[in-house]
């Protein structure tokens, strides 16, 4: 697609601004003037607390930059901003403040690029070096023809690598009997911090995920509505959306709900949602399903200018469709409407409308049964679930005397599967409806030693902490993406009775932080004995992609010595 493809609107990069939805490159300042060492926190608390500038979104360029941009919600608090900031005094640097220019949409400079260098790109398959099917498998599934036991190997090499950096930065901020224990365990462990134990997987490697959410677009040639994953990101100068026919990891079920929505659109008359200019309805399908064939479907769209009438007769339509018309073929046991208003979901409980069949799924995991809700968090593969919390549990080891922290629980699976093997459980999630969820699951299975908690862990932790009743405290965290909040992880580092923590990660290399944390030598800020790894072992949740979970078995300094010099 080049520029000729494209409005005049969409020919001018700035055109996103005057759009009614807000950006944050609207009301932006550049401030320069900034010290060589600084935290980004520390910024952020002198401008909205010491200052009281209210700040939408600090965005530095690059790390150890001397200048970054600041982003506010309207003018009025940018040129508040800009007076209260300019000549002022900060860890003895004069600062200065002045307006931003607002960066061109990416999209439409890629396109300008393109036809400013002759660089069109081709949209006859023919000519294509890469067809569309082998394009949505590169972004999705990139190692789909590597051999399994290949991907397990490289999986662990990977995790291997990030342990070892990991070991090199805590190396770097330990002394005394840290630096002592670290050195001892880097020689035994060739250069890791722990036992790093044989990789797990499934024997279930294809259409595993239970949980896809597709885009609703427009295919490579920009004629047909595709319900899928986008071929490449919208900065890289694509919105085109690629079928999901060939992806080994997607269940056959979820391929027939796509086909079978993707002709009921086209029927609508109403236009896919388009990122460009934000003009369209259909945006997302969310489709989600159980070990027993549960379907649940979620159609999120953009409502535009649309009557209240209007959604009311469309939900009809659907709910005919599935009901009685070709969706029939589906088999769809849930269905919601999703009202998706903004430049991103909105998660507000209110926007979703169930319109036929349960309003819930069921599903099982390691004998007990989950209520899973249409914003509930559940892992997206069920059976490697079961391994993954299996691992978790082993590396725990609760007992009667221990009570268990579930930090950031969801729907409480991981505090529920634990409850049979400790004396009491506490979870901890921010999402109101997962605690929902939650409670139900806890009626629904029967279980009696489990509580759970709205709230953000950093907020809610000191208090659910002095709720146990046991000795010893195990905690089981497992944050999102970027790891633990520092509040929330100075708590569990000074609760003195918590022994163990079981720290499980997505993306490990975001969660080195949070374990070098864990593990730095006491001070005024990290009070506490430290926490160390001891033991670790890599899960292999998502098959014929690079992603893989890593656990980690973190104990106390002066324990994990203890059971070091006896053995």
Known sequence: MTTKGLTEVEKNPYAYLERDDFTSEKYKIEVRGLPKYYGIGEFKKLLNEKLDLKTCKIKPPKRSSGWLYVSFRNEESRQKAIETLNGILWKNCKLSAQIAKPAPDPFVKRKLEEENANKRLKVDEDNEIISI??????????????????????????????????????????????????????????????????????????????????????????????????????????????????????????????????????????????????????????????????????????????????????????????????????????????????????ESGDNFHHISGTKYIEETLLGMKFQVSPQAFFQVNTLGAQVLYKAAIDLAKPTADTALLDICCGTGTIGLVFSKHCGEVFGLEVVENAIKDAKENVIANNISNCEFFVGKAEDILSPVIRRTTKPDIIAVVDPPRAGLHQRALLTLRKANKLSRLVYISCDPKAAAKNLVDLARPPSKQYVGEPLVPVKAVAVDMFPHTKHCELVLCLERLSAATKVHDSI
């Open 133 to 346: 099917e082998d394009k949505v498998k590169l972004t999705t599934v990139p190692l789909w023809n590597m051999p399994y036991p290949d991907q397990l190997e490289l999986k662990q090499k990977e995790m291997r690598s990030i342990l070892t950096n990991i070991c090199k930065q805590m190396l770097k901020e330990s002394k005394d009997d840290l630096l002592k224990w670290l050195n001892r365990q880097k020689d035994e462990y060739q250069g890791l911090p722990c036992e790093l134990l044989p990789i797990l997987s499934t024997d279930i490697i294809t259409e595993y995920r239970n949980k896809c959410e597709f885009t609703v677009g427009r295919g490579n040639k920009g004629d047909k509505v595709v319900i899928g994953f986008r071929l490449s990101s919208y900065a890289a100068g694509s919105t085109a959306v690629g079928p999901i026919d060939n992806l080994c990891h997607i269940p056959n079920k979820m391929k027939v709900v796509a086909k079978v929505l993707e002709e009921f659109i086209q029927n609508t008359k109403l236009k896919p949602f388009h990122p460009v200019d934000h003009s369209g309805y259909w945006r997302q399908v969310t489709v989600r399903t159980t070990l027993c064939d549960d379907l649940m479907v979620i159609v999120g769209m953009h409502p535009q200018d649309l009557s209240c009438e209007s959604l009311e007769e469309l939900k009809l339509q659907l709910k005919a469709f599935f009901e009685n018309g070709n969706g029939t073929n589906a088999h769809v046991t849930s269905l919601y409407f999703q009202i998706m208003n903004k430049k991103s979901a909105d």
